[in-house]
């Protein structure tokens, strides 16, 4: 095995580095990386009709897949089983990490403020929302 490894780019010197320098590095950089969890809250009015379930479901696959969000279904102590299996008969839940209460968790959130229902002619400016909320 090589005693050193030589890092270095066309035009400049080789700096030959041992392995223990390597070593820290990494550790020092991997030690400061911070892992943010944006949570995007989708109220539950919303997944049901007139939303388009498959658009639903667009858009958590979105989030969660290109993002790295948690997608978070947002209703009332009450409603969670409907909603449950709502979602679970229409297979709307592979991006779903949970149901939460109303306003119990922080982030992006998708309401009826922001549309009215969730359908494939409004998932292009909801995906925008993603994009830029941060």
Not at 20 to 46: C, G, M, P, R
Not at 83 to 90: R, T
Not at 112 to 124: A, H, P, Y
Request: net charge negative; proline share 2%.
């Amino acid at each position: 095995m090589c005693e050193s490894l030589i890092v270095g780019l066309a035009g400049f010197t080789f700096i030959p580095l041992s392995h223990e320098y390597i070593d820290t590095f990494w550790h020092q950089f991997l030690a400061k990386i911070v892992f943010i969890v944006v949570n995007v809250i989708i109220n539950s009015v919303l997944t049901a009709p007139p939303s388009e379930v498959y658009a639903f479901r667009t858009l958590t696959f979105y989030a969660t897949i290109f993002h790295h969000y948690d997608c978070l279904i947002e209703t009332n102590k009450d409603e969670i089983d409907f909603y449950y299996k709502w979602l679970k008969n229409k297979y709307c839940l592979d991006f779903v990490k949970q149901f939460v209460y109303t306003n119990q968790e922080h982030g992006i959130r998708i309401n009826e403020k922001v549309c009215d229902r969730i359908t494939f002619n409004n998932l292009n400016h909801l995906i925008g929302i993603l994009r830029f909320d941060i």
